[in-house]
């Protein structure tokens, strides 16, 4: 019953910008932290921001100063704004529900010129 989906993925090239978006349902979203990893080929997923119900971020290193995340409580949404992207941030991208254990399927983000 727990459905995360997301969309806006897509090609991109090296600079360029992408906004990706996550509806939730099936969830108490307001009360839930929700966060955004990705899964790089070859590489293991790894955890890129997280953001509480009261709207406190945290970003892994390798995107701080690129990525937001943000959310919208009366929508059950939550966002990631990707600026300057890279060829390193070419990865699946999942919506993540961390203490209810609820992943997306994922949507590609490929960087490339």
């Known amino acids: 019953q727990v459905q995360l989906a997301e969309s806006g993925g897509g090609l991109v090239q090296p600079g360029g910008s992408l906004r990706l978006s996550c509806t939730a349902s099936?969830?108490?979203?307001?009360?839930?932290?929700m966060a955004w990893g990705r899964q790089a080929p070859g590489k293991q997923r790894e955890l890129v921001a997280s953001?509480?119900?009261?709207?406190?971020?945290a970003y892994a290193d390798s995107v701080k100063g690129r990525f937001t995340i943000s959310r919208d409580n009366a929508k059950n949404t939550v966002d990631l704004q990707m600026n300057n992207v890279k060829p390193d941030d070419t990865a699946v991208y999942y919506c993540?529900?961390?203490?209810?254990?609820?992943w997306g399927q994922g949507t590609q983000v490929t960087v490339s010129s």
């Open positions: 993540n529900a961390p203490s209810p254990n609820a």
């Open positions: 099936g969830i108490s979203f307001g009360v839930t932290t």
């Open positions: 953001i509480t119900p009261n709207g406190n971020s």
